[in-house]
């Protein structure tokens, strides 16, 4: 069965760097999506994609992320310079047409920032 | 905005018993739809459930059935014959109907429950 992958699972950096968390979202899904976790709280929505654009985006989706389909098969998004607030479990979904269809996840990312 | 409540961080049942998850949420919207998502240690988060806020009819997935209470914003999971593999954090979500313009999932902080043998 498809499923959506993240690479990779684990990524410590410092504070002030970039870095770039990448997801491969099931072939024929249309809708991306970023969700983060900070340890002990809620999933929270980030940002969701669609015709290579951002179709919606929370207020914790600031100018320090972006988000990408370089390719046509990855669906990125980028840290310009972390915070030690950005660590976090990062989870991309994606989904197969319009938003009211099931959304499946990935395992996640850890980002750890030191 | 929505805010989707999971009062119960932790429960427990012994394995063939049956246990009930809760999920409250408030809205203001009348068309959206609710989902129980299942994580198992080190897995991704998986559907287990989801229900459509217009349909009266409790949504069922085999051993997992939900009652939902539209009036009271009311969204428990229940789950029968627990079986080992039922050992995961669920997580209760909130949709709004996509001709909204929202996309997003609001999830609940997660119930952490454990099937003992």
């Known amino acids: 069965e498809p499923e959506v992958t993240q690479t990779p699972s684990h990524q410590v950096t410092q504070m002030g760097q970039e870095v770039i968390l990448r997801c491969v979202p099931i072939?024929?899904?249309?809708?991306f999506y970023w969700y983060r976790q900070i340890l002990g709280q809620k999933v929270e929505f980030l940002v969701s994609f669609y015709n290579n654009e951002i179709s919606e985006k929370s207020e914790i989706f600031d100018d320090q992320f972006s988000v990408e389909r370089p390719d046509g098969s990855n669906f990125t998004l980028k840290i310009r310079s972390t915070k030690l607030e950005d660590s976090a479990m990062y989870f991309c979904?994606?989904?197969?047409?319009?938003?009211?269809?099931?959304?499946?996840f990935g395992p996640g990312t850890r980002l750890t920032v030191t | 905005a929505q805010t989707v409540t999971q009062s119960q961080p932790e429960m427990s049942v012994q394995e063939a018993e049956t246990v009930t998850l809760s999920c409250t949420y408030d809205t203001s919207e009348n068309n959206y739809y609710l989902f129980w998502y299942k994580q198992p240690p080190s897995r991704q988060m998986i559907l287990v459930i989801r229900?459509?806020?217009?349909?009266?009819q409790n949504a069922t997935e085999n051993r997992f059935s939900v009652n939902f209470q539209k009036a009271a914003k009311s969204f428990s999971l229940k789950i029968s014959d627990s079986q080992l593999g039922d050992t995961a954090m669920y997580f209760c979500?909130?949709?709004?109907?996509?001709?909204?313009?929202?996309?997003?999932?609001?999830f609940g902080k997660g119930t952490k429950l454990s099937v003992i043998p």
């Open positions: 229900q459509e806020a217009y349909k009266q």
């Open positions: 979500a909130f949709k709004a109907y996509s001709g909204a313009g929202s996309y997003q999932l609001t």
């Open positions: 979904a994606s989904s197969p047409r319009r938003g009211d269809s099931e959304q499946y």
């Open positions: 072939s024929n899904h249309l809708y």
